[in-house]
């Protein structure tokens, strides 16, 4: 069984700076993709990017286009997000998921199957 474990999250001022961690752990691990959701209070859980386990491909919601960067260590097999330029509108509990499958689209939530408890990042104005 694969177990997804994020760190990283906190409390910081608007346009600071947060990197959160997502660490996997399983004899079998090896996904297609991985990814980054959050849910704000009272909110759907939405996408805010993602990574393909080979090659270079990654995406972003727009909203943190040109301010986050999602990478990955696969000796590790440690997915990361670097969270710059950070707003009060960034304020969630971020989620990271792997697929086990390929899908072509990779912001959907039901293309995961893994999933972490989550982080609380809190962006103060």
């Known amino acids: 069984q694969v177990q997804l474990v994020e760190s990283g999250g906190g409390l910081v001022q608007a346009g600071g700076s947060l990197r959160l961690s997502c660490a996997a752990s399983g004899r079998t691990f090896n996904p297609y993709a991985m990814c980054w959701f959050r849910q704000a209070f009272g909110k759907e859980r939405e996408f805010v990017a993602a990574i393909r386990w080979s090659g270079s491909s990654t995406y972003y919601a727009d909203s943190v286009k040109g301010r986050f960067t999602i990478s990955r260590d696969n000796a590790k097999n440690t997915m990361y997000i670097q969270m710059n330029s950070l707003k009060p509108e960034d304020t969630a509990v971020y989620y990271c998921?792997?697929?086990?499958?390929?899908?072509?689209?990779?912001?959907?939530?039901?293309?995961?199957?893994?999933w972490g408890q989550g982080t609380q990042v809190t962006v103060s104005s």
């Open positions: 998921a792997a697929e086990k499958s390929y899908s072509s689209n990779l912001r959907y939530l039901t293309n995961y199957d893994y």
